[in-house]
């Protein structure tokens, strides 16, 4: 079975900055897009960033930009997200997933694969 696995995920308080990781376990990413979502507790499912295959355009909501960095090493066969300034309002599971190459868009939710999300807490 394909497996995106996401990691760094966790509590921190408003301000600070964490670093997620997302690592599939057979399925190579420079074949995709690759895109993170969050969902928090009675709220719908966000996009959050995309990133092409060749990572050479990225994609932000508009909530996060300017906050986020989306970014890849597909040597390493790892996506990246870069948070800073975080707010309590970035509190969500985190989701990252596979897109079709085209549209690699933040708003894409037709995903091949998903993973299992990593919790993000921010408190004030």
């Known amino acids: 079975d394909v497996q995106l696995v996401e990691s760094g995920g966790g509590s921190v308080q408003a301000g600070g900055s964490l670093r997620l990781s997302c690592a599939p376990s057979?399925?190579?990413?420079?074949?995709?897009?690759m895109s993170w979502f969050r969902q928090a507790p009675g709220k719908e499912r966000e996009g959050v960033a995309a990133?092409?295959?060749?990572?050479?355009?990225?994609y932000y909501a508009k909530s996060v930009q300017g906050r986020f960095t989306i970014s890849r090493d597909n040597a390493r066969n790892t996506l990246y997200l870069q948070m800073d300034s975080l707010r309590s309002e970035d509190t969500a599971m985190y989701y990252c997933a596979t897109l079709p190459m085209y549209p690699c868009a933040v708003d894409n939710f037709v995903f091949g694969y998903r993973g299992q999300g990593t919790q993000v807490t921010v408190s004030t």
């Open positions: 990133i092409a295959g060749d990572g050479a355009a990225t």
């Open positions: 057979t399925v190579r990413i420079s074949t995709y897009c």
